[in-house]
């Protein structure tokens, strides 16, 4: 999850008359597309045609009919590259084979007062947030164009119509190219803004396109931040103290300096670099020093140790989260209360391309190149390291390998800024796999304990909850964690909508020296793998169908109810199965949507676990392009069940003791099992995300299936740690 609302303002509401000042040019005419030189000296596909019209910021058009389309968020393999595109488009009205794609500048938008409105990239909001003022900015433009066309032809505008980018007068037949009138357009201020469509008005949404960026990423002419090559770049291989909160004592910098290539090595308080003429040599550089690190009081911590602590916790009762009649005086009188403990570790984010920022700083500027899901802290953080001001920090975006919440901090551009303040060139700063797994930050491990009791026929009345966990806000916005609560922390938990008349959720926060951070779906990977397993528990002690017992729990939300009826149907989940196989449902709302999944399994009597199928059920209620929803609900699947097969980040002796996907282990192709997607969609005003919500309801699922497949309940994660034999 992204953090952009905790680390920038909140943008206020946007009215039609803010959004024409906002969109119109500095001159009012005429305006240069906003071009990225760097880029487009490497046959960058995202930089600006200079002879392009700029109808309003979000769009420039050239005169071959070309459409430029800005995207302020940032692409890591989700799919806004072209999904913001398509909200434009949708009310331009042009043709989709003319469109392109850029990344907007954050530096343009700090200069004209946030005109790209939001532009961090995280918690499923991108077309939530932004759909409607990139639909009133096609919107705007197409009207433009249709005025200058009714002006030069001495026509009322109302006589004119947009369709494949060309403006038409039907009683006269003349018409004429968007790439004709995109210069006079540029110069018209509309009295008022148009209306935008409304969903059952869409033309070009929901339909299925092709994505702009797989091109470019097949001919390799895609820019990753690891791509970017300037001249005269150079290179730094960076190391950090292996237990946090550690210090640098000392180090003796000759090896390195000795070796070819090599230009400096740089000290920071906890950290060193070597910059040399490629990665290479600055690596090997790197792996000849012998730093002495001083690794203060943390230097004996282990997850075993953490475990215990978080676990005793459990044993009082916590902050109350949420609470309904009496609870524990309920489960006094209950005829069976069934109890169960659950835990989860700590998981790396572990995305593909290693973290890495190119920055050059020079007299007037301060240029940067990386892939982040904030832009905007990016340009913060630089201006911050380089008593800059702001407006000379100009960062130019680039394709993420993969995200997932990681590269919404950005501690690594603050690393990366303080090796190029040492430098007089510009330099590219990676961190190697192994360095960024070992000492970034992670999903916060938690430990859960659950009662709850059931009446003679099976009939739940009560649930008491205790959760322990990490705090990720109180690090960030400490305000937000009121009364000992961080609704983050608490997601699936504290809002589920189960229906126990008489219920206590209670939560300890804790804390240690392992830093945490958003990770993709954040608190509801590890809360939706204990309460759904633990509502599986108690559908068993009921002796019902785990998919029956929710139903009634859900009364109150009929739109869960169809969601979880339309899994389980399309699974056929109550069909038989030989022993040594099952099928587990889920059920989770996050991020807008609400999805259901359920999982089949196949373990063998020595306890291998080979999941066969996922099926996912998901409302979201509208669509942009259904095919970049079922892409995303693929990827959801394939990164939920890798990290509940084998994710886990063990603390020995106060550092992570693994780096690299030889011990974080990820689905290979023959393991991936078959994911069929299904859209229940609710329609209305409803737009929820896709990105995240279908990680967590994967993990239960699948532990419920092995439960149905062999009777063996999982209550600790990973899969790859348990005893699933069965006989």
Known sequence: MNAESKLSSRLPGLTRRGFVKATLSATGGLALGFHLPALAAMNGP?????????????????????VTIRVAQSDMGQGVFTAMPMLVAEELECDWQHVRAEYASANRSLREDRVYQRMGTGGSRAVSHSRPYLQQAGASARERLIAAAAQEWGVPASACVASKSRVSHEASGRSKRYGELAAAAAGITLEAEPEIRKPGEYQLLGTALPRLDVPAKVDGSAVYGIDVRLPGMLYAAIAVCPVWEGRLKAVDAAPARAMRGVKEVVTMDDALAVVADSYWRARQALDALAPEWELGDHAGASSEAFKVRFSKALDAKGAIAEEAGDAYGELDTAAKVIEANYSAPYLAHLALEPVNCTVHIQPDRVDVWTGSQNPESVLTVTAEETGRPPEQVHVHSCHLGGGFGRRSRPDFVARSVAVARRIDAPVQVIFSREEDTRTGHYRPMAEFKFRAGLDAEGKPVALVNRSATHSILAGLRPEAVANGIDASSLSWLANS????????????????????????????????FALESFIDELAHAADTCPWQFRRPLLASRPDMVRVLDAAAEQAGFTDELPRGQGRGIALVEGFGSICAQVAEVEVSPSGDVKVKRVVTTLDCGNTVNPQTIEEQVQSSVVYGLSAALWGKVEIQDGRARHGNFDRHRVLKMAETPQMDTHLVLSGGDKWGGVGEPAVPPVVPAVCNAIFAATGKRVRALPLNDQDLSWS
């Open 46 to 66: 995202w930089a600006g045609d200079p002879e392009g019209a700029e109808i309003n910021a979000w769009l420039v058009i050239a005169p071959d009919d070309t």
């Open 497 to 528: 909508p189960y229906a126990f008349a008489h219920r206590s959720i209670e939560h300890h926060l804790q804390r240690t020296h392992v830093p945490v951070w958003f990770w993709r779906a954040v608190g509801a990977t590890q809360n939706a």
